[in-house]
């Protein structure tokens, strides 16, 4: 069994293959019945919810309420923007009933013909227009805003193409939706929240991030300018983890939502979205992970560390267990999660195996003759260096090694994203340079009709432009049109 | 509009019209565009989170672990199990396409015929069915028994009368779900459940509550068993406010879910389900609340204490800003959420009733007198008693104060459920005291007829078998067949 958990696809034999049973092999998801959709496994959960909370601090603290809005959108709503439901209506689950009933005929529960809705009515892909139809009676005058809200849901997009975290048919998230008075004030928005997001990705994920803007081609549908980070995977590819849209006035218009302004003159009312997803949870897995299984950044493990005792008699685990007690108290009593397992249905070598499977950050392992020399076993698993130390100050030692190992990870990603990210002058250059995978800087001459050759031609597309790093104008490397700067491609989950 | 805050429906005058209003006043919640479905405004959410922080520390200290199932259930499951699909066929939302494109009409966008799903889902309206199609994968050895899983989530039921918060077409939940190796087991479970829910309703909502055993016709749909907790509104109405569900080996038959016992011989496992909703919103509401508005229980209140500067001028502020702020920081010290609202554009009698309605429990208003004299008024939301009390000593009176609301309220409702009370002999003596509202404990003959008929003629239900109180047997009051005992029979929300 130990060997079983550990046996499984390296990443350099089917990186995607590895990817699908390191998510099965970690507890974390499974697929489900229901096509596209996955079950979320208690461990993967605990792992998500982690995320939620520290995410809903840094929310809360910067002015943001929670609130929920329904689930199911008049289809006519979609419709109200253009560009929205163009971007939407290929991939909606439609209600159309709202009752079953016994067949006549006998064959069961059927859909009941009668009860046929008016309207259909869609399930959220996103709550843009239900927001904004509500916000409608919320805002009168410029002293209604702005207004800060956020919502924690479930939404679904019919995706063709399914992958556990990476693309589901229904997903988790969280959009903030905010009202404002002014451009610059929602602008402001827009960038506050994609920062946000950046701090949480580098600071809590340990995954570095680029930050930029879309490009027209990759906006989100309804949206004036799109925010993304962009991270890289271990095999080169791009992710996208987190956006925030600047909305314009396009919702207000849609919906007709205008405040009076201090000149007690009518203005329709500036808005922002923005969002992540347990899209992030893939991003997680495939940034830190190796061929032994999960690798969690402390900060986000539901485990910090595990103990585990090893022993021969119901003595020995006596002895074993009287002097890890004070410590798993001490340890709590720092702000660490750990777990003591002193279960006797699994040999240590499972459970070794098994921790390393769901990535536990830190391993200790006291035996007999820990006890006798005074010493303990510490595994760290990111390196799955081991080394035996003294029993005192082991907590400390803990302590430091957890912050070891989270910026560890970090500098680890930023290294392999480093080494991977390359600036070309030529498209015969870029052609031969995706292939190797990784990103790629170039300069591009800002049309849509370039973006797509190159996708074409490629599958690269422009992840985003940097707001930071190189501003040099130069020249388009397929066009040779000018180019305003260089911006970020790649192939992309 | 200080008044118009506070002029309402009196309670007296139409409880229900006076409930409505309370909802949308004290900003907890709005209709929404959809039917049936309500937006849960920041202020009502914040309530909502402070119940499912601590519903979920509770679960998690009995071994619980959060998880995540599809939204959506193939038809074909929710038919399964007999009695399962009875309960809840007629108020399903039925999801029957995936796309929709532009009309070639040009009638905007209409669903696509050709994105016709060949098997209909079902929005959940529980999830049973496709938590134990997921177990069945879960589950081979007595090994992996005990599975103790909650799931917080949407839920949906097609309602024909909705009202915010009591019953709504959509609702916010949560629902655990645990499989068992013995009967024994699954049944302490339950009633495990039924007691964290008791505990949370007296202790954190200061709703007393009576635990007992639901009648054969007022069963979850697939249960053997639904214990409930039913608490007293202030009109002498019942409303069930958690249920707690033994489902025997249903479930696990329906989706063929066996074990194999440390015999080796394979068993059906034993299953529960619990839950309460965003319906304990309506309890907490309709328990506490006043004419003049919301009544919070301190443990729940988002603002705990609002402290109201009354001032003249810049300078009036500043010297009160500076007396205040030292005050919060301590109160913030000793755990207390609370809010110094020296907003200018609202004055001290708008801010008074605006957070009366809102139900903070304390209020602390101090101005430039109080300054001289070194005091503070103090106001407590439950009684609307105002003293004006030395500035000294303010945070231990704070502390006492808000021990003593959240005490006193479960009192008052305590005190009034009693004198609502009464225990009748004969029918004709219920038909008369049902009109009177309130609980009444009489004798029933324990068959599904009888209480059919009561209910047809009187619109009482069995809210509950209590699991305490008198058991001295009797004869039924419509039948005169020999009782086990009194049973609590109500009209009920």
Redo the contacts between chains.
């Keep these: 069994m130990a060997k079983e958990l550990k046996y499984f696809t390296k990443r350099s034999e089917d990186y995607s293959k590895w990817y699908n049973e390191l998510v099965v092999k970690a507890d974390l998801a ?1 697929v ?3 096509r596209g ?6 461990y993967g ?2 792992i998500w ?1 982690k995320m939620q909370r520290q995410l809903d601090d840094m929310f809360k603290a910067t002015g943001h ?15 109200r923007e253009a560009d929205h ?1 163009e971007g939407f ?14 067949d006549p005929e006998g064959n ?2 059927v ?1 009941d013909p009668e009860a046929k809705l008016e309207e ?4 959220r892909p996103t709550s843009e227009t ?1 927001i904004w ?2 916000y409608k ?1 919320w805002i009168h005058s410029y ?1 209604d805003l702005p207004i800060l ?1 956020n919502q924690w ?2 939404v ?1 997009r ?1 995706e063709m193409r399914t992958r556990m975290f990476l693309r589901t048919a ?1 997903f ?1 998230w969280q959009e903030g939706h905010t009202a404002h008075a002014t451009r610059e004030e929602a602008e402001a928005e827009v960038k506050k929240m994609i920062n946000v997001y950046a701090t949480f990705a580098q600071d809590f994920m340990a995954v570095p991030v680029i930050t930029g803007v879309k490009s027209a081609n990759e906006r989100f549908a309804g949206a004036i300018d799109t925010y993304t980070i962009e991270a890289m995977m271990q095999d080169g590819k791009a992710l996208q983890s987190g956006t925030s849209h600047f909305l314009g006035q396009n919702f207000a218009k849609a919906f007709d939502v205008t405040f009076m302004n201090k000149e007690n003159k009518p203005e329709y009312v500036w808005a922002t979205s923005w969002g992540v997803s347990t899209r992030l949870m893939g991003a997680l897995i495939m940034t830190h992970s190796d061929d032994n299984g999960l690798v969690l950044p402390p900060k986000l493990a539901p485990i910090q560390v595990v103990i585990v005792p090893i022993y021969k008699d119901e003595a020995q685990l006596k002895s074993i267990s009287e002097r890890v007690e004070p410590l798993v108290e001490e340890l709590r009593k720092r702000g660490i999660s750990v777990k003591y397992d002193d279960a006797d ?1 699994r040999r240590p070598g499972f459970k070794f195996a098994d921790y390393e499977v769901k990535g536990v950050p830190v391993r200790l392992a006291i035996g007999a003759r820990d006890l006798e020399n005074g010493t303990v076993e510490i595994m760290r698993r990111d390196t799955l260096e081991k080394e035996t130390v003294g029993f005192d100050g082991i907590v400390d030692e803990v302590v430091r090694l957890l912050d070891d190992i989270q910026s560890n990870l970090f500098k680890k990603a930023l290294a392999h994203r480093e080494s991977m990210t390359r600036t070309v002058e030529t498209y015969d250059e870029f052609k031969k340079e995706i292939e190797k995978g990784g990103f790629i800087l170039a300069h591009w001459d800002g049309t849509t009709e370039t973006e797509e050759k190159i996708k074409e031609e490629t599958k690269a597309t422009i992840r985003c432009i940097p707001l930071e790093g190189d501003t040099t104008p130069g020249v388009c490397m397929v066009t040779g049109k000018p180019s305003a700067r260089r911006v970020l491609f790649a192939r992309s989950y």
């Design positions: 499974e489900s019945a229901v959709c996955m079950v979320i496994k208690p959960y605990a919810e309420q929670n609130a929920y809005f329904p689930l199911l959108i008049p289809k006519s709503f979609l419709s439901v209506a290929k991939e909606c689950a439609v209600v159309t009933h709202y009752r079953l009933k016994n069961g529960v859909v259909e009515l869609i399930i239900i139809n509500t009676n002293r809200v849901a479930n679904f019919w229904e988790l249905n």
